[in-house]
């Protein structure tokens, strides 16, 4: 039997000062939906300033959700972290998870390093590996 093949895809962004919680919200219904139809998993980290998200399903459905996700009016300067092909999802129950990464002191280290990456233009293999990481600890 073959085995349908798998990416994993993720990327960081710039959301707007006036995001709200109510924003995010809707940000979330939308995605579990469609993510549901599309076969799509991952999780989404919002700060008070970006978005750093992961998708993770069958190429061409990640790809297109995340055309869609790039051109999306609420967030912009959307950069490619890293894309490759896996061999099972982490995250197979979530069609979408979120997590708000406040500046709580639960979440300062999280906080921190997304803030750091949020500074960058483009990222380097090490660099992608320990975000990777980084969803992993999730
Ligand atoms: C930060 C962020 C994350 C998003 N994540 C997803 C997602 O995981 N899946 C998805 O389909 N749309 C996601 N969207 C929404 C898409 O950009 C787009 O609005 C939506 O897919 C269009 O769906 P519709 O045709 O059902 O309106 C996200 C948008 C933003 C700003």
């Given at each position: 039997?073959?085995?349908?093949?798998?990416?994993?895809?993720?990327y960081i962004s710039d959301?707007?000062?006036?995001?709200?919680?109510?924003?995010?919200?809707?940000?979330?219904?939308?995605?579990?939906?469609?993510?549901?139809?599309?076969?799509?998993?991952?999780?989404?980290?919002?700060?008070?300033?970006?978005?750093?998200?992961?998708?993770?399903?069958?190429?061409?459905?990640?790809?297109?959700?995340?055309?869609?996700i790039r051109?999306d009016?609420?967030h912009s300067n959307v950069r490619l972290?890293?894309?490759?092909?896996?061999?099972?999802?982490?995250?197979?129950?979530?069609?979408?998870?979120?997590?708000?990464?406040?500046?709580?002191?639960?979440?300062?280290?999280?906080?921190?390093?997304?803030?750091?990456?949020?500074?960058?233009?483009?990222?380097?293999?090490?660099?992608?590996?320990?975000?990777?990481?980084?969803?992993?600890?999730?």
């Open positions: 039997m073959t085995q349908t093949a798998l990416m994993q895809l993720a959301c707007h000062s006036g995001t709200t919680h109510a924003t995010v919200a809707g940000i979330h219904q939308q995605a579990k939906r469609n993510n549901a139809v599309n076969k799509v998993t991952g999780v989404l980290l919002t700060t008070d300033k970006h978005f750093m998200q992961l998708l993770e399903g069958e190429p061409q459905q990640v790809e297109q959700t995340y055309q869609r051109q009016a609420r972290i890293f894309s490759r092909s896996i061999a099972q999802r982490q995250f197979p129950n979530w069609h979408m998870g979120l997590k708000r990464v406040l500046d709580e002191a639960e979440h300062s280290d999280l906080q921190a390093i997304i803030s750091m990456y949020g500074q960058r233009e483009q990222f380097s293999a090490q660099q992608a590996d320990a975000i990777s990481l980084l969803f992993t600890s999730l």
